[in-house]
DNA sequence: GTGGTCTAGACCACC
DNA sequence: GTGGTCTAGACCACT
């Protein structure tokens, strides 16, 4: 369920904690649903404990997860906004990429082609 | 010409590139312009000459600038493709970003309304 | 495995590039293998740490090798090209001094009988 | 007759050398000719007096030119081994060439290929 | 004066 | 422990 891509320039810690959102946004894992333990994780796609450590300590921090000490850890039961935080990012993000493409005198119009273009692409695939 | 920001978490000589590479693009440095010497612009912004130093031996590296052993720095001639390269790496990464909020369920419209909202605040700004 | 001339007037991370792409063409190093760490090559070869870094740094932009923070540097996987690619160099050096010999008047005989001393010493050693 | 290349890596009181020289293999300049004067040829070629300077002595050091005082430099009368001189060298760093295609597992049959190839190209020329 | 290379030693993020 | 960035100061070749 969870994948690592050592080559990728992203801290593992980093791949770990949008993996486990990109789960949780899909519903795959639903609130109150138990995680993998640290341990097992770590065996499981060979790394060290404390990188997973860290990154389950970043979720719960977020508010993604929580942990019951002995017992494990659980995706949180106030989910819902999860999606829009992410969305609120991507949209904080898309922003700096237009103002940087209108400095660079690229049109509306031709923003609006690539929009139009990728929206098809991805609902036909 | 060229700032700093010191809090910004990109590395100081990244931003030495960037900067250059929007004052060509803007049209500010010219064809075989010559750039500030080494030293100079070390002293200028209270930097390590060897940053300055990473950052044009960069540039020179992705045939934005040459440089010439004791006469100095200067603006590349075939600089024309330049604004084409950036635009292409933007579309790039706005191409991703946008597959992603697609499947976080973000309409086109949606998508749309940011891009006018943006575009009409660059244009008034 | 990796040695340093002082004496040669090419710069050491130069050199350093040079013989980690040897070992590589050669298959004693081979695709995912770990290099030296900067640190333990550095001192090893009592060398700087920042002029291993720099070679390390060029490698991985030429794709020659890739380098993951806190794990370490390892050869890269798509690295059947590179003795082609060095290949291709070495013919348009070739190919220049070709033509300058051909220029002084040195004939093909005169060119092809140099290239078959050279390739007799060279088996016999 | 003499022309510089300033964006060259090569330095440019070599460049004049090389010049000088060519022109005297080529014939161009034949011995006891009179070389343009170190103020002309700098304001010629909007150079500094002393990079012309440079090469001048280098050149009167090999004995390619010899300088009259309040005369001028003139072409050096033993200039016959010149040609050999740099066939010499030229064929020095062939074998060095030759030496690395040799442990690319680059064939003798590959070479003279190329040889060949390059011969024809400059004839018809 | 210029760019290019190197050393010595430091700090950071990451594993 | 690892790689990546930065500073301070030095030397070299070249103009």
Redesign the interface.
Known sequence: MITID??DRK?IYEQLIDNVKELV?KGVLKRDDQLPSVRQLATNLAINPNTIQKAYTELERQGVIYSLKGRGSFVASNIIDL?EQ??AE??Q???K??????????S?EQ??T???T??RE??TS
Not at 97 to 106: D, N, P, Q, S, T
């Open positions: 050592y080559k801290p946004v999606r992410q969305v991507l949209n993000t898309l922003a990429l237009l103002a940087e493409l209108f400095h660079l005198g690229v509306k923003i609006i690539v929009v139009e990728i929206y991805e609902q």
